[in-house]
């Protein structure tokens, strides 16, 4: 076909396809790789076609086929190929001015156009995060991250951890171009860049996101500002472990400053020790605070105020008593508990681990209770007193033990009343004395060589027979008291046999057997014998025991003379 011809159709063609078959290529966009290839298929099948033309925007155009033969443009020479049999088109080393509406136009025994868009896409490469800051004060800045990629048709997303950044349009906007996205973030929080933070950009064909992770410090801070322990105790003692510790939440670390009643005391430690307060001078009741500064946002806190004060323990407590013998009934006893050290606060005094009160006239306390005066004194008062001094943070105490001589109170003499010849026999004399008493005993008022309290007869004879006195004597009181004892001596087997209780049991069984005895015998007579009315002469005989012979006699074992006796007319 001459070039005129062809110019010809080629003006025709578009008229005679509004008027025949359309749709013979695939509906578009086709996307393809800049620099690679792509195939633009037609649907086309065992149709032979005698002409094929394919145009780019328009009029341009691509390649034909007439008169069995395939013809190029020059502009895509060696980048173009045309299947005669389906027609479609084949573009290699993909350019992206190859971008664009191509159209088809096939004759068969129809004429057959189609029409379909390409799109050459360059890959993604090259992405990257910049932020305008180094860094971020939290409530503060303003962060804007910008993510920039190599490529055509991009899209853009952010990934903040694992989770994507919310834009809500307000404090966090989004921008997007052709090739970038740019991330603004209003009064930056913490939260909002924990990271680490990504940027993905893609097309329809690749996507790519940011190699290396981005990451931004947030300065956050002080927070949550505290002193602990939170509730001190209303005393400190001086000279304890106690000490004040302030933390906070910040980023970078807080310094502190501490204040006692609103004045700065000289330490930036977070730790505040009683040496540093006693380093001051401050000993009161008082309020003390913690102020925490961010060194990069220059934002202080301060903390919730704790109160107390520093008190001195006690230190050592002594009790001063008597000194020389104490008598009951006669001696007085002046307590004084001494402290040392501290500020005292209570006292008590305490006898053998109880409470010692003013129980009596005789126990008489110092107003302050440093002193106890207990007059006169009594035997009961032995035992140890204690002084008890405290005060809010501390306690001591001292002991003094309190003697009272008194005795020898009324001896007691325990042994047996009698013995056998050639027993032994050991006679106990007791008296209550302090100190405790020396002891002498008289057989039938002569004097014996035993000066313990106990008088041992190792084998008893008769002479031993007689009153045994037992002298008490209290070496300080010069007091002497005496009891007696009567010891019997008497001879062998005499003290063997049964003793009284033991007789008296006897006796009292053996009563109550003869009881049921008698009372069986009645109720077994009852069983045997009816009763019978007695006639009132054997009632006025008997009378006024019961005639109970004759009841108790069954009649044929009655002798005879009885039956015919007088009272035979009883029966």
């Given amino acids: 076909m001459d070039p005129l011809s062809l110019k010809s159709l080629l003006l025709l063609l578009p008229l005679l396809g509004c008027c025949v078959g359309q749709g013979i290529l695939a509906e578009g966009p086709v996307a393809a790789l800049l620099g690679g290839n792509v195939t633009l298929k037609t649907t086309i099948t065992n149709q ?126 989004e921008m997007k171009t052709n090739l970038s996205s740019v991330l603004t973030i209003k009064n930056v929080l913490r939260t909002d860049l924990v990271g680490p933070i990504y940027c993905s950009a893609s097309n329809s064909l690749t996507t790519k996101s940011t190699t290396t992770p981005f990451n931004l410090t947030v300065y956050y801070g002080p927070d949550d500002v505290t002193i602990t322990p939170a509730n001190p105790p209303k005393f400190v003692q001086a000279g304890s472990t106690f000490n004040l510790s302030c933390s906070a939440s910040s980023l970078p670390s807080a310094s502190f400053t501490w204040y006692y009643n609103g004045t700065m005391i000289g330490t930036s430690s977070s730790v505040l020790t009683l040496d540093m ?26 903390s919730p105020a704790v109160s107390f004060a520093i008190m001195e323990g006690i230190s050592s407590v002594k009790i001063i008593g008597p000194t020389g013998v104490l008598i009951a009934d006669n001696s007085t006893a002046n307590l004084s508990c001494q402290a040392t050290g501290g500020t005292v606060g209570d006292i008590d005094w305490l006898k053998d681990g109880k409470p010692l009160g003013p129980s009596s006239p005789r126990v008489v306390f110092a107003a302050d209770k440093t002193s106890v005066q207990i007059s006169p004194l009594q035997k009961d008062d032995n035992g140890r007193f204690t002084c008890r001094v405290s005060n809010a943070v501390s306690s001591k105490e001292a002991h003094y033990n309190m003697q009272v001589v008194y ?24 008296a209550a004395s302090v100190p405790p008493a020396n002891y002498t005993w008289k057989l039938n008022g002569t004097a014996t060589t035993t000066t313990a309290a106990v008088f041992i007869i190792a084998s008893a004879t008769y002479k031993d027979t007689g009153t045994y006195t037992c002298e008490a004597r209290n070496i300080i009181t010069g007091k002497t008291t005496s009891t007696s004892h009567n010891l019997s001596v008497r001879g062998e087997g005499t003290l063997d046999g049964l003793s009284d209780g033991a007789i008296a049991g006897i006796v ?63 029966y």
């Fill in 407 to 430: 005795g020898p109170e009324q001896p007691t003499i325990t042994a047996r009343k009698a013995v056998e010849v050639n027993q032994r026999e050991e006679l106990t004399c007791s």
């Fill in 48 to 173: 032979n076609p005698s002409v094929i033309i394919w145009n780019f925007n328009g009029a341009n155009n691509v390649a034909t086929f007439t008169g069995g033969s395939v013809k190029v443009n020059a502009a895509y020479t060696g980048r173009v190929s045309l299947n005669p049999t389906d027609g479609s088109l084949t573009l290699s080393a993909l350019k992206p001015g190859d971008s664009g509406d191509y159209s088809v136009t096939v004759i068969t025994s129809d004429t057959l156009a189609g029409e379909t868009k390409l799109q050459v896409v360059e890959p993604v490469s090259d992405v990257i995060i910049n932020s305008n800051v180094p860094d971020a004060i939290e409530y503060n800045s303003t962060v804007i991250l910008t993510c920039s990629a190599k490529g055509s048709l991009l899209s853009f997303k952010w990934i903040n951890g694992s989770a994507p950044i919310v834009v809500d349009g307000t404090r966090i906007t």
């Fill in 508 to 570: 009292i069984a053996v009563i109550i057997a003869v009881v049921l005895v008698v009372v069986g015998v009645y109720y077994y007579c009852r069983q045997k014998v009816p009763v019978l009315q007695m006639s009132k002469q054997c009632e006025e005989r008997y009378s006024p025991a019961p005639c109970f012979p004759p009841l108790c006699l069954p009649l044929h074992d009655l002798p005879g003379n009885v039956l015919h006796s007088s009272h035979a007319s009883a």
């Fill in 277 to 302: 307060i006693k380093a001051q001078g401050y000993t009161k009741a008082a309020d003390y605070t913690c102020r925490a500064e961010n060194p990069k946002s220059k934002r202080n806190v301060a």
